[in-house]
């Protein structure tokens, strides 16, 4: 537990020091056993956590130990480790480039990039849901499987991996990218990867990331920020 315990720490550190969270905000749950969780507690700043402040729990969210409250966010969390049983950590962000796309009604340009092909792969965005709620974790649900990223409209992202460091690549990676296609749209154009490339890199995934493939379209019940009139 305290090793994973200081590398959730550590993640949280990091993620703030890039700015992808900010004060409370954001949490991070990691998979200890089959039915035990480890995730970040509720209320207090992030970049401050020390192991002992971890909060272990089980996949109904009972508290096994810990001193503090667990995120608000861990319904969220286990609704994805119940279904995904390949994914061993989780992270919540609120990434500012990548969250301000859904805000401002804009679709996530996936495509365009090698690494995010390779490494992050096609990114829904899921409908707002309000934070901390049933509701945003299940609406979250038809998207879990055959995606490793999520954008949740208007409020910010979710990452998920078999360790804590792909789950960290990738949320970083989303960012990064988010940035790029930004500054492409601003120069007046984002040139999109061939249909033949991005199955190519799709082929170099590891299998557990080719449920489904990238170019077959939406997943059920796929939702396109609203547009202004």
Known sequence: MSDAAG??????????????????????????????VLVTPSGLIKADLGSEDMVEVDLTGE?????????????????????????????????????GMSVAGQEFDWDVLPEMVFLVGRVPVVPYGAPGTRELAELIDPF?????????????????????D???????????????????????????????EVRRLEGLRPNRDRSRGLLDGPAPGHYKPPKES
């Open 144 to 164: 879990i499987e055959g995606h490793d990223t999520l954008i949740l409209a208007n409020h910010g992202a979710v990452s998920m991996g078999a360790s804590l």
């Open 166 to 196: 792909e789950a960290q690549i990738r949320m970083e990676t989303l960012e990064h990218s988010a940035k790029i296609v930004f500054t492409a749209r601003l120069l007046g154009r984002v040139s999109h990867l061939s249909r033949d």
């Open 63 to 99: 508290v096994i130990r810990g001193q503090h409250p667990p995120s608000g966010e861990l319904g969220l969390h286990l609704q994805i480790l119940r279904s995904r049983g390949d994914v061993t950590a989780v992270i919540h962000a609120h990434p500012p480039v990548a969250t």
């Open 7 to 36: 590398r959730m720490a550590e993640c949280c550190r990091r993620l703030a020091d890039l700015g992808l969270i900010a004060g409370a905000a954001g949490n991070i749950s990691v998979r200890l056993a089959e039915d035990r």
